[in-house]
């Protein structure tokens, strides 16, 4: 990038300006304390503003400390962040912040090793805070920064590489403001979330048009590059929601590691041929007859980033256990509501309360 400080300058002005006038009102910019932007931003990963705004206002009132946080349990930290997914995020943080309180004096670092040597803590996450909080020019690459610099500059490398981010950081450093960083960050932001966006962006109302390398040739839609190489796998499973007696359900507990690590859900197995050898599948898997319900109540489809799960879901009495599982939990109605289940399984949930409701 061969830009001279004139136009820098010019850059800067442009955006904060635009930045300063048309900024949406969000809760985490009430404040620039680190506890909240490091929060936030963990929270807005792979997460749109709209659906982060309530459970961050939540996630404030029950731990409205960073040491309340980093001393709730597991549980109750799993409750929070139902429905948001990709709950390593939540674990990490906590890790995070039981280190800065016990060991740091609940003061998050300010300086990017001290930053970045924190449990789940990577390049944007510490440019974000940094920025933000600390008013430290340290870039803040995410796909939307990506794609406004990747069309102003008309980079072409592939952005699916982690050196690509690296040329990103590098462009960014001579750009970003240092006096007003944490402006600079959000706006890049911003603007990539309102007017630089994937599909028709609104160049006419852009304030960086007169800077943009893509406009000017209208390859705009060109860029960021991506190309996505990943085979997402489908599995095929069957769900039941499992009565015992008239007001208690079969719950199960997943495991400590891996997808969706310690979250509560409806016995599972995979998709069998008929009902009776589904049957067998529980017994076998689970110890528990069934009397099954003859057709399925709903079928959930859920996407995650490799994989995609097809579940049949179905409603069963148990008629006889014969388990000693430690991961199965038989609970109420009002005792469910204090855990924490996976997306998929809060759908299933939903369509057998309306069921009920319907009956």
Known sequence: MEWNKEKIIAFRSALIDWYEANKRILPWRENTEPYRIWVSEIMLQQTKVDTVMP??????????????????????????????????????????????VTEMDGVVPSDLDGILALKGVGPYTA???????????EPAVDGNVMRVISRILEIDDDIMKQKTRKKFEAALYPLIDPEKPGEFNQALMEIGALVCTPKKPMCLICPLQEFCEAHKVGKEEAYPVKIKKTKVKKVFLSSVIILVGEDQYIIEQRPETGLLANLWQFPTVELTENHEAMKLAFLQQYGIELEVEAEPITHVKHIFSHLVWEVDVFVAQAIHLQTSDLKLKTVTKAEMEHLAFPVPYQKMWQAFLKGETVQ
């Open 127 to 137: 440019g974000a805070v940094l920025s933000i909080a600390y008013e430290k020019p």
């Open 55 to 100: 459970y961050f206002e939540r996630f404030m009132t029950w731990f409205p400390t960073m040491k309340d946080f980093a001393e709730a349990p597991e549980e109750r930290i799993l409750k929070a962040w139902e429905g948001l997914g990709y709950y390593s995020r939540v674990r990490n943080l906590q890790a995070a912040m039981k280190t800065v």
